[in-house]
């Protein structure tokens, strides 16, 4: 039997041992899904992870501590450790540089570690998002510089998409269709096979670099509505249309129309990066990609925009932003999750900092933020502050936050609200004090 067939044969008898290198937010789920099944060796470079799962402590809000059986999982921060697996899947993060260029140091430094213990008959799988040709072009050499063994031959390649929404009650690995591709059609077929018992629906595509281009296709949708619901939102302030009222109504045409909403800016490790991997790419072929830029500098500019609005609201307020106490509603990138990393929150606070006001935040999620002016911790409730501060920013719609009372209540007593998520749902021409993206 050759290693192709043997793999086949460890999936269906559940006797494939499963290695995920990079335990975040998308690795600690897909590690805990194969485990319904598989031995799961998960290994993450931090210590400090590693030693909380060996506890069975889960630090990821969608992963819960009694999810992780260390019956099937064993954490590691030992990459040898992957020399059992007969899959080794990368989940490792994807930034960006300053210059908005794709880092892959990431993806090359798992790339090496994986092909430092890489043998035959192992199969690797990309899950970080990337732009289309990174299997091929850059990681497989990597595997096979550092093997010495031929992609194709000894060891197996595929990619497969990461469709994870943190935060997200209703959809998760188990019930998500699961797009792969592999570097040949037998292991496209293999990606599917494994993909099939732990996720909905597997949608096989014709290589890698095709499967890379679904996950660009989904995150620069999002991108480059949310940046058009931005644009009609800065339109519509001018004419006096409340955007909100307007989306609500335009979303009742039962065909053709999909609702994004503007709000103070993207975050999280997606939206505000991932275009940029595209993007980037593009050029090597001589397209300039003026659309998918042209949405990132709109949706750059939201945080500039909410600064300006808390200046409007104050100025209605006979007050000046240099001296005003802000309190910051909001802190993490999106509803109901903790997870800071690019929140416009981060823009939006520094802009107000520099610009003379005084900061106080509240997340009933995210504990801190880290800014270029150092970092600001979440009071432990906002109902204290509320009629203290002259400002109140919403930047995200928490439950918490949606038509709340005590908010509203400040509102009536002059305090300055500018709510760029549309949480109170009230009408700015009702409340002198009221702001609204
Ligand atoms: N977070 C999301 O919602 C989401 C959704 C879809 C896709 N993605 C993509 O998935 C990838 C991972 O994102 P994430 O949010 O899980 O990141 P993350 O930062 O939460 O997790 C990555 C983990 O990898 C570890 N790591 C880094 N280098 C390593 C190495 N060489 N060996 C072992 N571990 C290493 C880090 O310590 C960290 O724990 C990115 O490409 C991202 O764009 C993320």
């Not at 954490?75 to 540089?97: G, N, Q, S, Y």
């Not at 935060?167 to 993909?195: D, M, Q, S, Y």
């Not at 659309?291 to 808390?310: K, R, S, Y």
């Not at 908010?407 to 021409?429: G, P, R, W």
């Amino acid at each position: 039997m050759n290693w192709t067939e043997n793999l086949k044969n460890k999936i269906s008898n559940n006797t494939a041992i499963i290695g995920i290198v990079g335990l975040g937010y998308v690795g600690l789920p897909l590690a805990t899904a194969f485990c319904s099944k598989y031995k799961v060796i998960g290994y993450n470079k931090t210590e400090e992870k590693t030693e909380q799962l060996r506890c069975g402590k889960s630090y990821i809000e969608d992963v819960k501590d009694e999810e992780i059986n260390l019956d099937m999982l064993n954490p590691t921060t030992d990459h040898r450790e992957l020399a059992k697996c007969d899959f080794i899947i990368i989940t490792v993060p994807t930034p960006l540089r300053e210059d908005k260029s794709p880092d892959l140091s990431y993806v090359n430094h798992a790339g090496e570690e994986v092909g430092e213990i890489l043998q035959e008959g192992q199969f690797v799988i990309l899950k970080s998002t990337t732009y289309p040709g990174t299997t091929e072009e850059f990681l497989t050499p990597v595997l096979e510089e550092k093997s010495g063994l031929k992609a194709g031959i000894h060891f197996g390649v595929g990619y497969s998409p990461e469709r994870v929404d943190p935060g997200n009650k209703e959809f998760c690995i188990e019930n998500t269709p699961n797009v792969v591709g592999g570097l040949t059609p037998e292991f496209t077929e293999i990606c599917a096979l494994l993909f099939e018992g732990i996720t909905g629906d597997v949608i096989q595509v014709k290589d890698c670099k095709t499967a890379e281009a679904v996950k660009m296709i989904e995150n620069i949708y999002r991108n480059v509505n949310i940046a058009l619901a931005n644009e009609l939102a800065l339109i519509f302030e001018k004419m006096e249309i409340d955007i909100w009222e307007a989306l609500e109504a335009a979303r009742t045409k039962p065909f053709g129309f999909t609702p994004f909403y503007p709000g103070p800016g993207v975050g999280g490790h997606c939206i505000p990066l991932d275009p940029y991997y595209l993007s980037y790419r593009a050029k090597h072929f001589g397209i300039i990609p003026r659309f998918i830029e042209t949405a990132g500098e709109i949706n750059d500019f939201m945080p500039i925009h909410t600064v300006n609005l808390v200046r409007k609201g104050l100025s209605r307020a006979g007050k000046k932003l240099r001296g005003s106490h802000i309190l910051v509603l909001g802190i993490s990138y999106k509803a109901n999750i903790s997870d800071t990393r690019e929140s416009p929150a981060v823009n939006v606070i520094e802009e107000l900092a520099e610009n003379g006001a005084r900061i106080t935040v509240y997340d009933p999620y995210a504990e801190s933020i880290k800014t270029r002016l150092g970092t600001y911790h979440s009071e432990n409730s906002f109902e204290t502050h509320i009629s203290q501060v002259d400002c109140i920013v919403i930047l995200a719609d928490h439950d918490k936050f949606k038509k709340n009372q005590q908010i509203i209540d400040a509102l009536k007593k002059n305090v300055v609200v500018v709510d760029t998520k549309n949480v109170l749902n009230l009408k700015e021409s009702d409340e002198p004090f009221y702001v609204k993206i």
